[in-house]
């Protein structure tokens, strides 16, 4: 692959107006979404977190740790400003900041960090976590007062059951309010006891009005988040890691599905999602396989740019 592996501005490209269907390279990233008439691209699946718990989870990944699995270089291992920068010469005009707690007591002052962060950051969507625990409802009312547009909360990693009822009123707090949730709550890259798709719909079933963003597109149960998504009108789905050679390798999307992921994607509930910095490939594999899927040109503006636009009413 020629995508950079240190900060810097892209030099390379293939001059032929998108990304190649392999060796994707972030040079090509904007003129694949200025092929399409975009004004750039929403990635609602990005993590800035503190300095020091970020590089407790690199070096988490680092280890192949017991959730991640197997070998997982990160790729983008620069500074926030330097990540910041990188985003913007790719042209993603309006991105996350997602943090999650794993443990009691960590939520409240991660979301301070992010909203500041996002405050200080032009195209950052003010985004906040939550963990089941005393007071939880008290610092979520405040993170939606100070702004908060987009919440994130790991299941796998955090070890809860999205049922828990120290959450019930934070999730029927963001039903009524209307602020998405990007909910990790799919088996990939490893299952546990409370991921997959039945404790989710065991949310919804409780809260059929949360807007809830599945991460990875529910893996490796797709046709059961996609059922989901088809299900209740405010689930959506977004499209981090799928597609690309290193998450194929372990839970491909079926191919007999693209018809109903077109018809979701078209219908505003398929959003673009990257991972980014925690990458172990280029951003732009990303972008190469959603345009591998050949679902059209309307399809790809849609996912892209235009679902998240109207969710986050972006201008």
Known sequence: MTGRSAPGGPT???GDGGIPPSEADDAEVPAFWRRLGLPGLA??????????LLRRVWAYFDAAGPLVGTDWPIRYRWSDAERVAHLRRLGVRAFSALAYAHRPGMAAELN???LDFA???PGCLPSATFFPEPGVEGYVTEAVAAGARLFKVHIQVGGFAPTDPALDDVWGLLADAGVPVVVHAGHAPVGTG???PEPFAALLARHPGLTAIVAHLGAPDYRAFLDLAGAYERVRLDTTMA????????VPFPAEESPRLRELGLAGKVLLGSDFPNLPYPY???LAGLARLDLGDDWLRAVCWGNA???FDLS
Not at 43 to 52: A, C, I, M, N
């Open 284 to 286: 732009a594999e990303q």
């Open 119 to 121: 405050r200080a950051t």
């Open 12 to 14: 390379s490209g293939t």
């Open 309 to 311: 636009a109207a969710l």
């Open 243 to 250: 597609f690309t050679p290193f998450f194929d390798q372990f």
């Open 43 to 52: 990635d609602v699946h990005v993590h800035f977190l503190p300095p020091r």
């Open 194 to 196: 409370h991921t997959g």
């Open 112 to 114: 301070r960090w992010t």
